[in-house]
């Protein structure tokens, strides 16, 4: 996976009342330290080579929104519906993803790590080369998910939802999880501890007898 190098110092910080929302706009090589954009709604926005700390939009909604070579450091982006995104060599850091929405986007060379994104939707996505790293997805989505190269580190998956995508060579070992929603039919391959294991026993049914 490509290293994202951040933007470079140099760059200004743009205050609060530089940096605005709007359909079709075009943003490249910027460093974006803070503001709240939350509530707003526009399309086709495209933001490429930037890197964006401490930023907030919540409720926001960004339709076909494209990002490409982008660090998100510490932002909230609780309940932002990016529905339809294409997110190509993305790092997510610290960031607060809680209820979140990526349904129906496609990330490439994306990476999460440390971010809260509990109950975060990532439902008919297209994930390739993606990796999420200590992060908490309890309750989130992969609902008929499509995926190449996923790579799943401690990360909080318990009440994660993974029904009708398929688990083969998928690596659970080194995640924790307490209740899983898994399809019986997609189960072939998954790859778990033997703890892990009795726990999706127990959930499709089986009586474990000690």
């Given amino acids: 996976m490509k290293k994202i190098e951040p933007i470079p110092p140099s760059l200004p910080p743009l205050t609060k009342g530089d940096f605005y929302l709007e359909d079709e706009e075009i943003l490249s090589g910027l460093l974006i330290n803070g503001g709240d954009q939350s509530y707003l709604d526009a399309k086709n926005m495209v933001l490429r080579e930037s890197h964006v700390r401490k930023l907030t939009m919540q409720k926001t909604v960004l339709r076909h929104f494209e990002c490409s070579n982008v660090i998100f450091e510490k932002c909230d982006f609780s309940n932002l519906e990016w529905i339809g995104g294409s997110f190509h060599q993305v790092v997510f850091h610290q960031c607060k993803l809680t ?87 997609y189960l072939a391959g998954l790859i778990v501890n033997q703890e892990q294991a009795l726990v999706i026993a127990q959930a499709l049914g089986l009586q474990i007898k000690d």
């Fill in 99 to 185: 209820g979140t929405n990526f349904a129906e986007s496609y990330l490439r060379d994306c990476t999460f790590t440390d971010c809260i994104a509990s109950m975060a939707s990532f439902s008919s996505t297209n994930l390739k080369a993606v990796s999420f790293d200590h992060c908490q997805l309890e309750d989130s989505e992969f609902y008929e998910v499509t995926w190449k190269n996923l790579f799943l580190s401690d990360n909080q998956l318990t009440g994660s939802n993974w029904f009708r995508t398929s688990l083969k060579g998928l690596d659970f070992t080194t995640n924790f999880f307490t209740a899983i929603a898994l399809s019986q039919d």
